[in-house]
């Protein structure tokens, strides 16, 4: 009879695992725009919108009605890619980030 034995799982990849499963393993450029977007966002878009990526400086938003979305992606980016880097510029983790582009997604 010819028994295998499982190799273990080493620590530091269910540390991983979990880290990443939980939204931890995010960079802090990546903490800092998405709290900047929280921060500037009124409350009536923040209630139908959220950041789901920043990558390369382009941070993804991801918005639940089409009449909002049309109105961001027509109107507001600018502003909203303006509101961003002002409120980086005041965030000692986002003193160094700066947002290229806002794009604006339907969820």
């Not at 530091?12 to 450029?29: C, D, F, M």
């Not at 921060?39 to 009536?44: F, K, M, S, V």
């Amino acid at each position: 009879m010819n028994k295998r034995k499982s190799q273990p799982t080493p620590v530091r990849e269910i540390i991983s695992k979990v880290l990443h499963q939980k939204g931890l393993t995010r960079t802090v450029a990546h903490r800092a725009v998405f709290d900047a977007w929280g921060r500037i966002a009124p409350e009536t878009i923040a209630l139908r919108s959220k950041p789901i990526s920043y990558r390369a400086g382009k941070l993804l938003v991801a918005v639940s009605s089409a009449p909002l979305l049309e109105e961001l992606r027509s109107f507001r980016s600018g502003e909203f890619l303006n509101l961003l880097n002002g409120e980086l510029s005041r965030d000692p983790d986002g003193k160094n980030v700066v947002v290229n582009k806002v794009e604006f997604r339907r969820a």
